[in-house]
């Protein structure tokens, strides 16, 4: 099996300590190592970096607090850690759910919430090891999924050509709840904060730290959920999923894996408004909330489409 | 039609291919034409030669590389304590396998983090030592299978009772799955098992076994 290559380790004390080694170019954030060691051990980019650097031994970025104002969760926070908190339970529960869901019980309890956002693309042609596929993602400037096997791929069209999906779980479930990240630069609403970048998914600087992430506290009455589909119950990415937030006459829906970016359903949020949320009127929202979708060339995803429309639907109903 | 070989250490002498080289222009050469044809894709359609990849490497030249020194790591592992030079880029996994000699975590999914049987307790939880760098480890309290057998915890004879395992490779993380779990909760149902459990693959099929086996190892551990 594939020895990992050899890099230098960093432990880092300080935000401003690790910002400035990734500002030195040829390293590395390291915080779960879920997502990045996988990538180093099969050179799936075309730069090795020299050097890591441990963001877990920052003191203060792993806690989970609620105030008036709502929740905040430390960027360094295992998502084991959210799935279970009664707090997070209790009244976000679309994101205890998408952290409960999210990967293994052996991954959630080593990977964290800033990890989980800042996740690279799982689009088989850009994991190949030894980038043997060099796309949009890397530098290159093709998209090797729109011609070839891309029945896990975007339904919703691409980002500057790349029609890979952003695979986080708990990314939708941010969205729907108005989420903001909080960088060691700027404040960011989740619904900004991811793109097609080059190799990232995210709009954050290379040498540019989350340190947290903030909820607002839901009116009295919301109701959230989150559902994943999946082949298997635990492991696998999502093929589709769907956050909701409702309360009162409106509802926030946010579906991922379906587009670069987790994609805010606004024509199904606005089938649903001002009504109350019933087999039908969720029903009418799902077939909203994919009108604009289409399946790539070869007809190899347009099962995600049935997929979306479905997953919007019961979402909503269990909001109702 | 390039002559493919059986290895991929080839030599990259001129005229000969290597699979690598093969399969970058292969996948190169369909790309182009299929999408020429594709309307509306911005700044596909437009290629009129294959897109490059990166350039191919340069044989490599005697480089000095900065590296610094091994790292020491002090931790405990099932009970005992221990003193490592590691190098920064081991796994707890390689760790405990070719330094300490505890050949218990297995390697299935090859790093993916895809099976489980790698799986080890480090300070309580759960994790996957594949994906777990050994320099990270100063100070924590890591429990493998043989800590656990040693310690006669009664999952062992659980597993045996129930029948949870046929050739054995994915049981060591099974049993520090199913440990890890006891730990925190005494009383899981069958349902809490299941999800406990459902990081750790099994080739051999023995899935239906396993919560018995956690359930019979709960109502022992009660008893004591």
């Known amino acids: 099996m594939k020895t990992i290559r050899r890099f230098n380790h960093v432990d880092a004390h300080t935000v401003e300590e690790a910002a400035s080694i990734l500002r030195g170019g040829g390293a590395s954030a390291l915080s779960g190592g879920t997502d990045l060691l996988g990538t180093l051990r099969f050179e799936v980019l075309p730069e090795y970096p020299e050097t890591v650097v441990n963001l877990k031994t920052i003191p203060g970025l792993d806690f989970i607090k609620e105030d008036a104002a709502g929740l905040r969760i430390g960027a360094t926070t295992r998502l084991e850690d959210i799935a279970r908190s009664e707090t997070v339970r209790a009244r976000y529960g679309a994101l205890a759910e998408a952290a409960h869901r999210s990967a293994s019980p052996h991954i959630r309890e080593m990977g964290t919430l800033a990890g989980n956002i800042c996740q690279l693309t799982r689009c088989w042609y850009f994991r190949l090891p030894d980038n043997r596929f060099h796309c949009i993602r890397k530098g290159g400037t093709q998209c090797f999924a729109v011609s ?62 989350v340190t947290e992430i903030q909820i607002p506290r839901p009116d009295a009455g919301s109701k959230s959920a989150f559902l994943k589909f999946a082949i298997r119950k635990s492991i696998d990415f999502p093929i589709v ?80 | 039609m390039p002559e493919e070989k059986k290895s991929d250490a080839t030599p990259k002498s001129s005229g000969s291919v290597s699979r690598r080289s093969f399969l970058k222009d292969a996948g190169i050469a369909v790309g182009a034409p299929a999408l020429a044809s594709i309307p509306g894709i911005p700044g596909q359609a437009a290629a009129a030669e294959p897109a490059a990849g990166p350039p191919p490497a340069e044989p490599p030249v005697c480089t000095t590389i900065q590296v610094e020194a091994q790292k020491t790591v002090e931790l405990t592992v099932n009970g005992g304590k221990y003193r490592l030079a590691v190098e920064p880029h081991w796994s707890l996994r390689q760790l405990l396998r070719d330094t300490i000699g505890l050949t218990s975590p297995k390697d299935w999914c090859g790093g993916l983090g895809a099976c489980g049987s790698c799986t080890v307790i480090v300070n309580g939880r759960p994790v996957l030592s594949c994906l777990t760098l050994a320099c990270e480890c100063g100070g924590a309290a890591v429990e493998t299978a043989e800590g656990i057998a040693k310690s006669g915890h009664p999952i062992i004879q659980a597993y045996i009772d129930n029948n949870a395992f046929q050739c054995g490779y994915c049981t060591p993380g099974f049993v520090c799955t199913a440990k890890a779990l006891l730990d925190r909760n005494g009383d899981p149902t069958e349902a809490d098992a299941r999800d406990a459990l459902g990081g750790n693959l099994c080739r051999c099929a023995s899935y239906q076994q396993h919560p018995p086996a956690v359930l019979q190892a709960a109502r022992e551990l009660k008893k004591a």
């Open chain 1, 241 to 320: 999923n769907c956050a909701v937030a409702a309360h009162g006459g409106s509802a926030r829906i946010c579906l991922n894996a379906v587009y670069n970016k987790p994609w805010r359903a606004t024509a199904a949020e606005e089938s649903i408004r001002g009504k109350a949320i019933t087999e039908e009127s969720a029903d009418a929202a799902g077939a909203a909330a994919v009108e604009t979708a289409r399946a790539l060339p070869g007809d190899r995803n347009t099962w995600k489409i049935q997929i979306a429309r479905t997953l919007v639907k019961r979402a909503l109903l269990a909001c109702a």
């Open chain 1, 148 to 209: 070839g096997d891309n029945r896990y791929h975007s339904i919703f069209g691409a980002i500057r050509s790349c029609f890979a999906v952003n695979p986080s779980d708990t990314a939708p479930a941010l969205v729907a709840l108005g989420a903001r990240i909080q960088t060691d630069r700027r404040l960011i609403d989740a619904g900004e904060f991811w793109d097609m970048a080059v190799p990232g998914s995210t709009v954050l600087a290379p040498d540019e730290i």
